[in-house]
């Protein structure tokens, strides 16, 4: 692996094919980028290494994956291009068996249950999806740690750091992970170019039970989407009307939504303003939906 660097390969994998943008194929050139993807696992607390196992989802060229095996760690890549898979076994192929590539659609097939870390630059079409997965292998086997370059705007939505600015899917993301956004990358680090500039992003877990107790993920997860699908509206008007997907929460019709946003409205949930029906839902604060959703699904009263 001595003599490979990241151009190199990108070029030798371009002689073979010419990129399909419908599976997201810009791929990185820019060394400070992806030395700065390791750096930033060391930075959170867990460094790369002999004990390491990272998933890569899109290894492609395998210019980022050069750079994870060259730290020492296992690395699995999750691949669906067959071109990109017998290209990555050609470079690597000397590897003493530190690369195992999984050929299929990362977000279909199983992927490794003992990985340490998921490091990846992933391809922008299927970002919120693969983040969704991501979510539930965590939920079952938890990461150390998990760096992406995403899309800068997806990485704003991600983070949820700027007042106004909270979103489904950074909801989502805050239920398991605080979301660290670092250096925007142009698209001249990639080859070929998007048309986008792209961020790196740091997901870090965290236990949200132990600052705001009990959760109710799938409601909560129902009921933000719901609302944020009008974010102009007040709550009241939003939470009027249950959502489409009620029924995949088992026990729960329109009858007991109504009965149970009555009582809600009649009995404020702790922790909340007694006028927080009034909000919209880009002004209330992450730990505000948790209750809301947790006193919208405890409801057991006549309906």
């Known amino acids: 692996m001595e003599d490979l660097d990241s151009r190199l390969l990108v070029d030798l994998?371009?002689?073979?094919?010419?990129?399909?943008r419908s599976l997201g194929q810009h791929f990185l050139l820019d060394k400070s980028v992806i030395s700065r993807s390791v750096e930033l696992a060391d930075e959170a607390g867990f460094p790369l290494g002999e004990s390491a196992h990272v998933i890569e989802v899109g290894p492609g060229p395998g210019s980022l994956t050069l750079e994870l095996l060259r730290s020492g760690a296992t690395v699995t890549g999750l691949e669906i291009d067959v071109e990109a898979i017998a290209h990555l076994n050609r470079v690597f192929g000397d590897g003493s068996?530190?690369?195992?590539?999984?050929?299929?659609?990362?977000?279909?097939?199983?992927?490794?249950?003992?990985?340490?870390?998921?490091?990846?630059?992933?391809?922008?079409?299927?970002?919120?999806?693969?983040?969704?997965?991501?979510?539930?292998?965590?939920?079952?086997?938890?990461?150390?740690?998990?760096?992406?370059?995403?899309?800068?705007?997806?990485?704003?939505?991600?983070?949820?750091?700027?007042?106004?600015?909270?979103?489904?899917?950074?909801?989502?993301?805050?239920?398991?992970?605080?979301?660290?956004?670092?250096?925007?990358?142009?698209?001249?680090?990639?080859?070929?170019?998007?048309r986008v500039n792209s961020r790196l992003v740091v997901l870090n877990p965290v236990n949200r039970l132990e600052e705001v107790g009990t959760i109710d993920r799938k409601m909560f997860k129902i009921i933000t989407k719901h609302c944020f699908a009008s974010r102009r509206k007040k709550l009241r008007s939003l939470l009027a009307k249950p959502p489409r997907r009620l029924s995949r929460v088992k026990g729960w019709?329109?009858?007991?939504?109504?009965?149970?946003?009555?009582?809600?409205?009649?009995?404020?949930?702790?922790?909340?303003?007694?006028?927080w029906f009034e909000e919209r839902p880009d002004v209330m604060e992450p730990e505000e939906w948790v209750m809301i959703a947790n006193a919208i699904s405890s409801f057991e009263g006549d309906f």
Request: glycine share 6%; no cysteine.
């Open 13 to 20: 994998l371009r002689d073979r094919i010419i990129p399909d």
């Open 97 to 194: 068996g530190k690369l195992a590539i999984i050929e299929g659609d990362a977000l279909k097939i199983k992927w490794p249950e003992k990985a340490s870390h998921l490091i990846a630059n992933l391809p922008y079409q299927i970002s919120s999806p693969i983040l969704e997965k991501i979510q539930q292998h965590h939920a079952k086997n938890p990461f150390d740690v998990v760096v992406l370059l995403v899309q800068d705007e997806f990485a704003e939505r991600m983070s949820m750091d700027h007042f106004g600015s909270l979103s489904t899917l950074g909801l989502s993301l805050w239920l398991d992970f605080d979301v660290k956004l670092d250096r925007k990358v142009p698209g001249g680090a990639f080859s070929p170019a998007p």
């Open 253 to 275: 019709h329109k009858a007991r939504w109504n009965a149970a946003m009555n009582h809600i409205y009649e009995n404020t949930p702790e922790g909340l303003d007694s006028e």
